[in-house]
């Protein structure tokens, strides 16, 4: 069974950083996209950032461009959002998702329903 579980989310003050960790068990994730998702109390879940476990091509979001990096740690079957400069508006619990891509086309997508497993998410919170 597939599991997602992440970690490293908290209170900072904004200009601070952090970095989420998503650990993935229980499959093979080669061909799979690996994606955070956020959502803020009021809004609807959002696309952040996401990786292709293979390819290693990434996509951001255009309010993560510039702040956020996205990357992957094969042997420990991670992938890691490291989030600087952060801002108030970043403040959202963040899921970390994993879903499969065509062979043919390794690239990440920022569609949710394209991920079919999802973590139970870790709240981060930007002071201001």
């Known amino acids: 069974q597939v599991q997602l579980v992440e970690s490293g989310g908290g209170l900072v003050q904004a200009g601070g950083s952090l970095r989420l960790s998503c650990e993935a068990s229980?499959?093979?994730?080669?061909?799979?996209?690996m994606g955070w998702f956020r959502q803020a109390p009021g809004k609807e879940r959002e696309f952040v950032a996401g990786?292709?476990?293979?390819?290693?091509?990434?996509d951001y979001a255009d309010s993560a461009k510039g702040r956020f990096a996205i990357s992957r740690d094969n042997a420990k079957n991670t992938v890691y959002l490291q989030m600087d400069s952060l801002k108030p508006e970043d403040t959202a619990v963040y899921y970390c998702?994993?879903?499969?891509?065509?062979?043919?086309?390794?690239?990440?997508?920022?569609?949710?329903?394209?991920?079919?497993?999802w973590g139970l998410g870790t709240q981060v919170t930007v002071s201001s």
């Open positions: 990786i292709h476990w293979r390819s290693g091509n990434r």
């Open positions: 229980g499959g093979t994730f080669s061909n799979y996209a």
């Open positions: 998702a994993g879903g499969p891509r065509p062979l043919t086309n390794p690239t990440p997508t920022r569609l949710p329903d394209a991920y079919n497993v």
